[in-house]
């Protein structure tokens, strides 16, 4: 794929890259509980928004395409949420979504 200094490199930002997922998945699982407890609480919208944006970028780059689509997913219905508080069908639909991007980070963890 490249040159072998160049793969080296890549290999060691994607061994970086996957030694954080434990951080994001429990970052993204504290904004969800959240959440559950307190409702359409702003800040975690907003954290759990920029946590999805950065895992939905930066996925492809290292191959986890499943785990990026559903970060992408998540991404959109928080963005809606982001200029009007999500109404309790929404937040049900961040939730759900919220929970298979953790589920996902999970196994991508467990696998690694």
Known sequence: MFPDDHQDKFDRL???FMSGLPQREAEIEDYTATLLEHGPDRP?????HLAAHKLAGICATYGLHQLGHLAEKAEALLERGATQ?????????ILVATDL??????SVIDTA
């Open 14 to 16: 994607r061994r970086h």
């Open 44 to 48: 975690a919208l907003e954290g759990l």
């Open 85 to 93: 508080e999500p109404c309790e069908a929404s937040m049900q639909d």
């Open 101 to 106: 991007l953790s589920e996902e980070l999970g």
